[in-house]
């Protein structure tokens, strides 16, 4: 099955790399000889000019004065030259006045009628014949042509030459067409061995044996390919393995994980059920506590003497100091808890900052301070947010102002920035300011600035921290600037999200 | 303070096992003149609630032997005193506290500790939500006629999912 | 199958190449050896010339006695071609050189009227003027000058201060038909009482009463010079513009013994029997040929030629002190 595969490849291959080797080698050296030859005949044409024209320079003063006994031994002495085979003077008629040949000359006795032709041609002819170069040219001097010469030239060499190159090129093409066989079929071996290895290497792989791999020693693209595919199936080995082994830490993991989350529940539970009967032990006195206060103020228990209604006020104010810690720990854990939802519903900010400035208004002027309200009127009549959250974040920000100056005003500022897609809520009071260090801090739980003020600030030291939290739950965040002394300044950046009704219904 | 005078002549009974909570309790309604009776837990308001049927009952939820719930289901599993409007008056002010006892049956729900001074008025609102056919009457009548004998009659109508027939 | 197709592509592409090969190579020949076969044609003495420009028109043919042909004409056909454009309204088409071997050829030549120019210096003129008739009609200012002289000289350790030291002593002379190279020495020799005999060689005996000369060769008057300074002669006579135009160095080892009296450089001459008005043409031609630049390049190459002018005291008068002279010799 693989050979049958296989064998007609490795053919083809060595086929068609024989025949092009072969075909290519023999255009090569056909060429070549072709130019060899081309270039001999040049070669021989240019030598046949050369001797012309030395014949010429030495015979042409003989011509001019016909002296027959030395030009018959000029045209003689061309015979030490083996590639001249023949010699011929013609005078201005191309009467043929010498000539020479050597002994096998065909041309001995035949009837020469060249010269006319000679004498009459301004330039050399030349006369290729099957073992000569006939070369002949007119001797001219002044206006005068005075004879001409011509020679045989001998294209033995040339012959010579062609022989030796075509033996050569045929011994170059044999041997490159053996040796191109044999690389051949070396080649489409080395080419189809490693794809059989390959092949089949990959046909186990497919049936799932992962185990081994192919192994190819040959350094080109079917290395490079073994390479790859050895490489992809350890990958895919290691891959198995590790999926293997994630499946089993899953579900390892998952059952660690169901513990946990009932563990998590239970605690989640236990916190809760334990906050609330805190809250429970808690509110139980206190119920007592302000209860009686209040029934002893309002006279329940008989009149009271003007001393005694202060303890009675006194008590009942700790008393309530003691619930407000209550609930805003009781709202602080539920925030963390993660049980406060933030609603997304349509809001009209306007019309609460509106409804909010009335209270914190009264509450500003109980305390001797200016209440100060802006809005910027680009800020959107409707809005989507917590409105209640949101009522909460300000008017906690505004009690801690309140809370924290004695003298001069609290402003509240509200604007959009539309750019940055949000909205802006700032609290500034004229109040005792935080120190640098505790800028940091302030947001954190009963962090309060100790202040030098005999009044004391009442508070749970939690409005911030719940405001915070709030603030980050409905998306936004908040930070605060501040110089000792001079005033503090809270910032709310919420986002800006518009309501699609352009009026909110109420 | 003189608001505390003009309290109507009601009928309450008060189950609460703290002594010093019920005392609270029972001065603020007292305060208000109103008729008070009580009982230190389930079983003792069981008991009272058989020769005596108050405009309402304010009931504690966390209490030894016999708690809110349970009272609350022995005052309404007795057809006498079913539909007797019972508040819960409970320490507990987690969220979903109040949405459970109003879905367990209770008819209101107070958390503790209460504002003395506005007590009056919750319970006003939670009975007047109840008997929704007399508010004109009921809004009117504790100043207009603080003498006039109580008119237990109309805040005792049976609960708000029984359509009164009365006026 | 396969095997079988690839052996008979291979094959066929072989046998295809092998074709290729032997018809790309001529069949193998055998050198040749080298043997003459004399194959003697009838000649006459006289060259084959040809006007190839035309054969109906008439031919205007300049003489001159030259060695070797194929050296001279191409200085010749130039000046042949120009005078002969300049006679075409005389019906002269072709200008043609004629190189005669000897003087002797030259006058017979000259006697058959196949030559109409020739040039040569006064001796030779004269000669040809005496035997062949031919006219003078300008002066030629061959290499440059108007006039030469001969210079007589000896090497310095040849113990020859003057001419009268000549005596039994061997002067190298150029040629019988030279001017400067004969005629002009041997005349002023003889004009000093001296008696002047060619001798077959260098090393011939000569009398203490005469002065001995050979002639080197013709056509080459440089080496007279070499053969005095090699010591084969000891004296020698050239033309002064031979002698001047010597190196320095060279002429240090030389000592001038005397100069012969000036003559015309070279004279042109025409047949007796070419009509006037040809003449008169060929004159006017020459006169003015050394003012175009087209003239001046024919006549540089015509051997140096600077210009043609008239004999400042006409052509007989010329040829009459030559012939004074060489009375004197005789």
């Keep these: 099955m693989i050979n049958r595969a296989t064998w007609p490849l490795a053919i083809k291959l060595t086929l068609v790399m024989t025949v092009m080797i072969v075909l290519t080698v023999g255009a090569v050296t056909l060429l070549s000889i072709r130019r060899e030859q081309a270039t001999f005949r040049t070669d021989l044409e240019q030598q046949g000019e050369l001797l012309l024209d030395s014949l010429t320079a030495s015979g042409a003063d003989l011509l001019y004065r016909l002296q027959l006994t030395s030009l018959q031994n000029l045209i003689g002495g061309l015979g030490t030259t083996k590639a001249i085979v023949a010699g011929w003077v013609y005078d201005a008629q191309g009467h043929v006045l ?71 090129g045929l011994l170059v093409a044999l041997v490159a067409s053996l040796t191109g066989i044999v690389v051949s079929i070396l080649l489409s071996r080395t080419l189809t061995e490693p794809l059989r290895i390959l092949t089949s290497a990959t046909e186990r792989a497919a049936q799932g044996d992962l185990s081994q791999t192919a192994s190819i020693r040959s350094h080109d693209e079917v290395a490079i390919l073994a390479n790859s595919f050895n490489t992809m199936v350890v990958r895919l080995r290691t891959t198995i393995q590790e999926m293997q082994q994630r499946t089993d830490e899953v579900r390892r993991s998952e059952q660690e994980l169901k513990a946990a989350n009932a563990l998590a529940q239970e605690s989640v539970r236990l916190k809760s059920e334990f906050l609330s009967a805190i809250s429970h032990e808690l509110r139980t006195p206190l119920n007592a506590i302000l209860g009686f206060s209040d029934l002893l103020l309002v006279g329940m228990f008989g009149p009271l003497n003007e001393q005694q209604t202060t303890k009675v006020s006194r008590l009942k104010e700790n008393g309530s100091r003691l619930l407000l810690l209550i609930n805003d720990l009781l709202d602080l854990s539920r925030i963390e808890a993660g049980r406060v939802e933030v609603q997304q519903k349509p809001f009209a900010p306007h019309l609460l900052i509106d409804h909010l400035t009335e209270q914190m208004e009264s509450l500003a002027v109980q305390n001797s301070l200016i209440f100060e309200k802006s809005v910027d009127p680009t800020l959107p009549e409707s809005l989507v947010g917590d409105e209640q959250r949101l009522e909460q974040v300000i008017v906690n920000l505004v009690s801690n102002a309140i809370k924290f100056t004695r003298e001069g005003s609290i402003s509240l500022k509200v604007w959009p920035d539309t750019a940055a897609q949000r909205w802006l809520i700032s609290v500034k009071d004229t109040g005792i300011g935080i120190p640098p260090h505790a800028l940091d801090t302030i947001f954190e739980e009963f962090r309060q600035v100790e202040g030098g003020y005999s009044r004391p600030y009442q508070g749970t030291g939690l409005g911030l921290a719940i ?40 | 303070m003189e608001n505390g005078n003009q309290g109507l002549p009601w009928q309450a009974l008060v189950v609460e096992d703290e002594p010093d909570n019920l005392e609270v309790i029972v001065a603020t309604l007292r305060w208000q003149k109103m008729t008070v009776r009580t009982a230190r837990n389930g079983f003792e308001a069981i008991e009272a609630l058989k020769d005596f049927t108050p405009n309402f009952v304010l009931c504690d939820l966390a209490m030894p032997d016999m708690n809110g719930w349970q009272t609350l289901t022995a005052i309404r599993n007795n057809s006498k005193t079913a539909l007797i409007p019972v508040i819960a008056l409970s320490a507990y002010a987690m969220v979903g506290d109040r949405e459970k006892a109003l879905a367990s049956g209770f008819d209101g729900y107070i958390t503790k500790p209460i504002d003395v001074l506005t007590f009056f008025d919750t319970l006003k609102v939670i009975l007047g939500s109840i008997v929704r056919q007399i508010p004109a009457t009921k809004d009117k009548k504790p100043t207009t006629a603080p003498e006039k004998t109580a008119e237990p009659t109309p805040l005792t109508t049976p609960p708000p999912g029984q359509n009164n027939t009365n006026k | 199958m396969s095997k079988r197709h690839l052996v008979a592509i291979v094959l066929s592409t072989l046998s295809i190449f092998l074709q290729a090969c032997s018809s790309a190579t001529p069949t193998p020949a055998t050198a040749t050896k080298q043997t003459t076969n004399a194959n003697p044609a009838a000649a006459t003495m006289a060259p084959t010339t040809q006007a190839t420009s035309s054969v109906a028109g008439k031919t205007l043919t300049i003489g001159e006695i030259a060695s070797s042909p194929s050296a001279t004409i191409p200085k010749f056909q130039p000046l042949a071609d120009y005078l002969a454009a300049s006679l075409a309204d005389a019906g002269y088409t072709a200008g043609a050189v004629k190189i005669a071997p000897d003087f002797d050829t030259m006058i017979k030549w000259l006697k058959k009227d196949e030559i109409d120019l020739i040039f040569d210096s006064p001796y030779p003129a004269m000669i040809e003027v005496d035997q062949a008739g031919v006219k003078p009609i300008l002066r030629r200012w061959k290499g440059g000058v108007a006039i030469y002289s001969t210079i007589l000289f000896a090497r310095t350790d040849s113990n020859i201060q003057s001419i009268g030291d000549l005596k039994g002593k061997m002067l190298a002379l150029e040629e019988p038909t030279s001017t400067s190279g004969y005629m002009l020495p041997k005349a002023y020799l003889a004009a000093a009482g001296l008696q002047i005999v060619e001798k077959p060689s260098v090393d011939a005996p000569v009398a203490s009463n005469e002065v001995g000369y050979i002639f080197v060769r013709p056509d080459n008057d440089v080496d007279i010079i070499q053969w005095v300074l090699s010591g084969k002669t000891p004296a020698g006579a050239v033309n002064s513009t ?68 008239e004999f400042p005291d006409g052509a007989a008068a010329a040829l009459a002190r030559m012939r004074e002279l060489y009375k004197l010799t005789q």
């Design chain 1, 467 to 506: 405001t915070r939290n709030l603030v980050r739950l409905m998306g936004g965040k908040i930070s605060v600037t501040s110089t000792l002394d001079v005033g503090s300044t809270f910032l709310v950046e919420l986002p800006l999200v518009v309501a699609e009704m352009s009026k909110p219904t109420i």
């Design chain 1, 98 to 168: 010498a000539d020479a040949f050597s002994p096998d000359s065909p041309l001995i006795g035949a009837v020469d009628d060249s010269g006319k032709n000679l004498v009459d041609s301004p330039t050399t002819v030349f006369n290729w014949q099957d073992n000569q170069l006939l070369a002949g040219k007119a001797v001219v001097l002044g206006r005068q042509t005075i004879g001409a010469f011509r020679i045989g030239l001998s294209t033995a060499p040339l012959e010579a030459k062609m022989i030796t190159l075509r033996d050569e």
């Design chain 3, 242 to 309: 031979t002698f001047n135009a010597f190196s320095a160095d060279g002429k240090k080892t030389l000592v001038v013994l005397g100069e012969t009296e000036a003559v015309p450089r070279h004279i042109a001459m025409v047949r007796s029997d070419l009509e006037s008005s040809v003449v008169d043409s060929i004159k006017a031609t020459l006169l003015k040929m050394d003012s175009t630049s087209a003239g001046q390049a024919i006549l540089t190459q015509f051997e140096k030629t600077t210009k043609f002018d």
